[in-house]
Each structure stands twice: as structure tokens, then as C-alpha cells.
Nanobody, 123 residues
Framework: QVQLVESGGGSVQSGGSLRLSCAASGLAYWNLYMGWFRQAPGKEREGVAY?????TERSANSVEGRFTISRDKNIVWLQMNTLKVEDTAMYYC???WGGGNWNRFDRNEYKYWGQGTQVTVSS
């Protein structure tokens, strides 16, 4: 049974920082592709960052320079700095078994999802 467990969300003022973590169980890390997505009310779920098992890591253009993903085997973290009100959303950890040529920011490519952790940024 595959499980993704997130933690670290909360409320912060604009300009502040938060660090999210996600621990995956049930799949070996060597072929496990992981990512972070977020979904604000009334909006589609969008990719924020991903981390491949070969240490390839990337953040979406919308958060680049502010959000950084890191990974150690089956655990991924999302360091979020200089948070903005528009970063308010439910943040989800995602995982997929197997690589290849696919869009890491496409939510439809991931099979496994965490329960989500709320991030609220106030002005």
C-alpha cells in the first residue's frame, strides 16, 4: 500500500517562510518520481516542483527563486520563501512509479497523492 504523508503547512504573513515535508512509503525510492502541486479555491491543481530519483529537481516558473524542492530517498521537502498572498492553497505531495518522457508538472501523470496540507498567506 502506497502512502504519502505531508506535514508543515500553516498560516504565515506575506514575506514569510514555510517548509513542507512529504514521506512516501510502499515504493522503493530508486524509481519513484515525486512532486508538489497546489490548488487554490476555484482553480485547477498546478505543479509547483518535482524531484526525480536521479536528483533532477526543478521548480515551476511561477515560484522559481522562492520555492526550492529537495529530496532524500523517499522524503521530499518544499522550502517556500518570500511567500505571497497568491501562494495560498492546499499543497499536495504526488508520486509516480517509473520515468520516461513525460511532463512532471502534469497532475494527470501522477498516480499517488497525499491528503494535502493547507498553506495560508495573509497580507
Amino acid at each position: 500500500q502506497v502512502q504519502l504523508v505531508e506535514s508543515g503547512g500553516g498560516s504565515v504573513q506575506s514575506g514569510g517562510s514555510l517548509r513542507l515535508s512529504c514521506a512516501a512509503s510502499g515504493l522503493a525510492y530508486w524509481n519513484l518520481y515525486m512532486g508538489w502541486f497546489r490548488q487554490a479555491p476555484g482553480k485547477e491543481r498546478e505543479g509547483v516542483a518535482y524531484a526525480d530519483p536521479d536528483d533532477t529537481e526543478r521548480s515551476a516558473n511561477s515560484v522559481e527563486g522562492r520555492f526550492t524542492i529537495s529530496r532524500d530517498k523517499n522524503i521530499v521537502w518544499l522550502q517556500m520563501n518570500t511567500l505571497k498572498v497568491e501562494d495560498t492553497a492546499m499543497y499536495y505531495c504526488s508520486a509516480r512509479w517509473g520515468g520516461g518522457n513525460w511532463n512532471r508538472f502534469d497532475r494527470n501523470e501522477y498516480k499517488y497523492w497525499g491528503q494535502g496540507t493547507q498553506v495560508t498567506v495573509s497580507s
